[in-house]
């Protein structure tokens, strides 16, 4: 894509889209886009630790103080948990996607130019999605139990969805 002119250094027709565009649409689309991303993911990050307190203060025993420890108590402590790091998943598909979109978008010059913008596009988001709950819960809450929780939940989700995905 681009516009058809003459190299200045072969002298053939060559298709030319100016560097400064590609620029441009990275820094007032790509990088909002994905900042935008990452704001949902921590808004998503907020709401799993808001409902599985929510959950816990209803599974505990009024009477007692103490969690109640049937099956089905123990199941629904752990469904927050386990629907965000299904959210998790599912967002990370999603946002591939996008970056696909948004890199081809960007019109970049060459094949290795938009490699390298597509994958430094997947690692930030997806590092931040994936591990943020755990930074946030290891550094700021500083709640070893929960995070061992959250950590064992995240990666009993991840190995329970490769598996199904392969079969």
């Known amino acids: 894509r681009g516009e058809l002119r003459v190299s200045p250094v072969s ?7 100016p560097h400064r565009k ?7 689309v790509s990088l ?10 921590f808004a998503m990050m907020l709401g799993s ?26 199941v629904l402590s752990n469904l927050p948990s386990i629907l965000y790091s299904l959210s998790i998943i599912v967002f990370n ?5 996008i970056a696909r979109r948004l890199t081809v ?7 290795e ?19 943020l709950a755990l930074f946030y819960t290891g ?10 929780s959250q950590l064992f939940t995240t990666l009993m989700v991840q190995q329970a969805v490769n598996q199904i995905q392969e079969v």
Request: with cysteine; charged share 20%.
């Open 49 to 74: 630790f808001a409902a599985e307190t929510w959950m816990m203060s209803t599974l505990t025993d009024e009477e007692t103080g103490e969690l109640s420890t049937d099956l089905i108590s123990t």
């Open 139 to 148: 550094f700021y809450i500083q709640d070893l139990k929960s995070l061992r």
């Open 11 to 17: 002298g053939k027709e060559e298709l030319y889209y």
């Open 22 to 28: 590609t620029v441009k649409k990275i820094l007032l």
């Open 105 to 111: 978008w960007e019109n970049h010059r060459t094949q």
């Open 32 to 41: 909002p886009v994905t900042l935008l991303c990452l704001s949902l993911a």
């Open 113 to 131: 130019q938009h490699d390298t913008h597509v994958t430094a596009k997947l690692v930030l988001f997806e590092f931040v999605n994936t591990f």
């Open 93 to 97: 598909a999603i946002y591939l996607k």
